[in-house]
């Protein structure tokens, strides 16, 4: 068992790693830190629970310490804000620790893996480049940003297999990927949001990186062009995208279907705790996939395709959803973790006093 | 005046239809009918009233009649379900009447005009072909899906100017859209629904239909590439589209801006009663339009376009949003029977006793 | 294992059965039914599952038969639709089967009983006088509505160790208690429907039954006034009420809380499958009971209490949350099962062929 | 016309006010102020319109101005949060301003009128003895909490007709309540919230102040048991509550009925401009009324009751609806100011320079 310290951890993404991680086999939370008005206060004074069931009851007289070193933890688990992300999680690499990050600060720097494991687990070869940065054998790995992540793991096996050479998404997002409090009530009841602060570049330049190749201790973007339309609809979780694609190859529709529905990488081969059976379900149902249906497949990391059928402008158009707390957020970054794990990249500290 | 019959009085279009004509200067409805069982009751006990405000006193006594001719009226809107329509306009057509249709029967019919009277009043030469139909001096003039009107309004003076050769539009449609009872609350409730039955394919074939070019006495159909994806959310009214164009000739973005802000057609120049001042307004807040705010534009007859951009796989992207029951239904159908009117297509019949 | 049949089987409270019936020790269902088109099809095709996860494949391919006996199985859990749930429910009582129903047709019948095992299981001595309709030796035994469930569990402690003179509930409920399809979501967005069809007449008469006492082989009503608002709210699951209650011997609030949380009766003594640790559970944050955070209490068999403080009007007041598919129907009406197999009431029959 | 200040002109009871008296016979914006970090920049840029409808043009260009004197008009609107109301709103009429406040802070004070003009405009006879706290001349005058005024009004005919003895309300209040941002939606998706800060007692309190009577210069509180249990519900606009009412003489139905329909008042009567025709309307719909169908009857000023019946446990019981912002706060506000102004309470000031 690590011991695990999360970063954030009141916080919307921050509730969630503590629900994963309640009963997992490797990883122990024995820190909470967060960057709020709750330091000092017991866990569960300072954090109104937001999750279905309960906080679990380990974490509630846990103190909410101050996001800096040292923390009681052989790594950490950050969903801290962007403004404050970059400072606090460099400072944890420099002092050896494991970063494990949800958050975009270093998500596009040359030397921090943008990591999906069943995707590009091969981009982890930038660790060691991290070295310089951080001498102590602390390193960043991070996820994608929570509709990347479903965008890249549908198209990773349409890119191996046919090349895509263009890709056009529209999202329809939850409001729980605003965070908390997050979107005001009386800005989504009846209506549509059709703007989210960055989010439509995050996922026109992310998506390049985590599908390019890794060569020469660095990543070759993939040369695809990516554009997103983004929208913040009334659905509490599951990010939904209707998507059009151009191959380089383009193969029939069964060929098509089967190279999603078949799609297996190194976490489903390596047996890791969060690994889904199937990344990926194609479902026939004319209307399918739905965020209340489908957001919890496979445990809420398995995303389901849809609506599979050839385009009248690009060359084939499909519907994906995933639950972006889940797969899009603390369930990465722990499959990450255990993957991460698996490598021997994730060492017992000596308990810090 | 003159009298007009509403075919599918009590659905959630043909309330708006009676919304929408309590005041008209030209129009007074005279008749209701519709299909259901309400049939013999007074309009005010078959009907629960489903918009906002009262039902209108005047219409409240009237009883709901079977939608056969003869009514007593001198034209009929219709938006009767698919399945009755076509036999149901076609016998009011035979019967003489002008028939505004709002339902799909006859929308793709060779000598139908497909109108919006703002983009393709030139296909109003059509009505001549259906003297052979239809000898009795009785015609159908139809208008888009509600979806379709919006896409065809914002890209005819795109292609007007630029010329248009593909379009992908990500719809995210409102529940009215669907009737009533329509969508069941619990399927939508903290949810999308990523299928409207045949909601694709009447916009990827109606739109080149309305862009199309009348000459010699035909539609030739535009020849852009059109695709469709289309999803239902939880908005009470207000039909959304993510939009992406490929244009022959690709214009700067602000040249782009002003060919759609200028927009201005025959509906302003002859100052019909419906006809919006502007029939296109473009936002530049970064979260506009948006269903709640900006639906009621020009009394739901303007559409709202924002978030125009250049596009990284097509040319450009913007959404669109329009009021789906006023601007892409009963709103439509009344525009189009104004124009009728001022091009001398509706005489008073005598009064049927 | 007996072998269970559905009645109902195809709509919301049916698919709970099936859900909840899926992993049983003591039921296995042998047997679905429906009134509706699906006779014939497999229920796979016959029903569109609108739950959480996926059908359980043990059941897909079981026809649909009609609602009559003899079905395959020991006994039947019945949510017919009210108007023919007297007539096929009495049939089955008369051919032997046990009948322990969800609907409102026999509620109220004098020997009948209203079963709550927490609150009156002395009412099934009322099962022997069912003998002289059903020489056959079936019965029927019900289960309220489902907001009256929540109510009579909450005041049974409260009316056994005070005595409850008066109650006034107003209630908040889910749409799924309007079945599939129930509610129109143009309907119920952005509203509130203060009308539920005999809902306030179901919990002014019922909550009497139940709390009555059963003596002379009969039931003698509680002696308590009852007044029910009832609305409906945009919740998919879980029903509120705010309750004020009058009791005879009015305690202190600390013991009136602990009567409530004490609270434990005999299906916990017998350790029932179904039966949940703590029926009632009372929580002191100021903002709870919530349907989203208290519906899956104790797998949705735990009534939530909160804001327990005195009134100025009666004597105490509270807000109550009970989960209204599951304690409200189909658990409450497995619960009656186990109750009464641990009774021997329940036998194993032939086979049918 | 008098000039008007807002204070909290950019929160969502001050875009009311905006709205309101846009296009006003007797008030005309002059000034806008605000507590936050507004102050400065011109209100179109302070502050996002969250109304349907634009923003009036007149006041894009105002400049937000620090809420203290001098502002330059002759009497100031006020819905300024709690914390910062007391100190303000006594400044402004320290400086001889009449404040028409929808703010709590002096609601409860002895010498202040808590005002609805229909119900208690006796009670103006204490601005006489605010001339010891202001012998400038200014003085205060409060509106009650959103939830009272529908509560007070429906109960002011009845409690002049039969004597309210006691009353019990059960309220479904709307997101708009909350004021901007407000309500989180993940909060309110999906669910229910029974707690309102402060709400409860605010009905509690107020509603003996309202109906109670003025006597030698003082008000006697009406002398009947209120109750009040309050829930935040997913609706935009338009509180309700279920009420139950013991009267001390107790009348029929129908005489009830005509008590609340044939209520009219010094409003009325003096036909003030945003006085409605009826400020009661009774409905015999089952279902009504409901928020969407009835916020805006009387242009958001006439109140709606339905579901009027007799009760089992107090002794009538009906289901009263109100817009929150027009007649519970904003709407109030400028009624009491008319009222004032007929009555020769309001001067031309000099103008500030």
Redesign the interface.
Known sequence: MYRVGILGATG?VGQRFIQLLADHPQFEVTAVAASDRSQGKAYGDACTW?L??EMPPSIRSMPVQPPAPPLDCDLVFSSLPGDIARETEGSFAAAGYPVISNSSAFRMDEDVPLLIPEVNHQHLGLIEKQKRRYPSGGYIVTNPNCSTIMLALALAPLHASFGVS???A?T?QA??GAG????????????????ISSEEEKI?TETTKILGRFADERIELAPM???A?C?R????DGH?A?V?V?LARKPDLKELRASLELFRSLPQELGLYSAPAAPIVVRDE????????DR?AGNGMTITI??LMP????DY?F?VLSHNTIRGAAGAAILNAELLDRMGKIFHKIKST
């Open positions: 919307m937001r279905g069931g263009a890709v056009a529209t329809l409001l729980s908390y409090p997050g979107v005001a009530s009386l800005d989504i009841l009846d209506n549509v949001l059709p703007y026109e062009a990516v554009s339309q929208h609809v009334n659905v509490s939904m209707a059009r151009k004319q209307d399918r996939p739905q965020p209340k249906l919890d849809g609506r385009d009248t402008v690009l158009r519907v």
